[in-house]
């Protein structure tokens, strides 16, 4: 009768035996399930695909962030050869404009004097460059640009009240220098100070295009100026 009553009171013995096994098997099934699906996830793949990749080193922050970057799906940085590219290339488009803005930067322009020269020739000095504009008749006229780099040197012949300039050039050609007659006194000088300082500048590589137009001009009178005045 006991044995009766236990039996149906409680489960037996075989009984729990038995339902042991197969809860163990469920929840094997299931956590087997769970792992194939846990595998199967965007963020399982986007981490393999992180640890499978070959990353350079370049410091702890940069390496940090472009993991995370790439776990939360995110794209990485360019690299940085193509952000020094850029740069460079941006900055020969800087200097390149800044040649020509300075090359339109007139330091002197002088005038041969009228009525002595019926047709006024015209000396202009830029941070380039000397253009020589010689006149015949009306809107005609012959100009000759040098080089700074390749004036040899320039003279003045000056008078009581009028002076001519005498540049001469490395260019070989049929002329190897330009003389232009009836300036001001005051302008012949100041035109050899200029471009003297300019040559001087120039051979001892003295750097002048990170001055401004007034420093420079004083510079290059305070270089081309004559000692025995």
């Known amino acids: ?31 087997r399930r769970l792992g194939n699906v846990a595998t199967q996830s ?8 992180f640890m499978n990749q070959e990353i350079t080193y370049n410091s702890p922050s940069r390496w940090l962030d472009s993991g995370i970057a790439m776990l939360r799906g995110g794209r990485q940085e360019p690299a940085t050869a193509t952000s020094n590219a850029q740069q460079a290339e941006a900055k020969k488009e800087r200097d390149l404009k800044k040649i020509v803005t300075q090359s339109h930067e007139i330091l ?10 019926l047709f006024p020739d015209t000396v202009t000095v830029d941070r ?9 008749f009306f809107w005609s006229a012959d100009v000759m640009s040098i080089r ?18 005498t540049v001469a050039s490395r260019v070989m050609s ?10 001001w006194r005051s302008d012949a000088i100041r035109l050899k100070h200029i471009i003297q300082g300019y040559v001087i500048a120039q051979h001892n590589n003295i750097d002048t ?21």
Do not use: C
Request: hydrophobic share 35%.
């Open 1 to 31: 009768m006991e044995s009766d009553n236990w039996q149906d009171g409680q489960p037996s013995s075989n009984n729990v035996s038995q339902s042991v096994p197969r809860n163990y098997n469920f929840l094997l099934r299931m956590s």
């Open 42 to 49: 965007s963020f399982i793949h986007d981490v393999r695909s």
């Open 108 to 117: 002197m322009s002088a005038n041969t004097v009228f009525p002595i020269s």
């Open 128 to 136: 380039t460059k000397v253009t020589i504009t010689k006149r015949d």
């Open 148 to 165: 700074i780099e390749d004036v040899l040197n320039v003279s003045a012949s000056v008078g009581p009240l009028f002076g001519s300039l």
């Open 174 to 183: 049929t002329i190897d220098h330009f003389q232009i007659n009836h300036f």
């Open 209 to 229: 295009a990170h001055l401004k137009k007034e420093e420079l001009i004083e510079t290059l009178l305070e270089l081309g100026v004559d000692t025995n005045k």
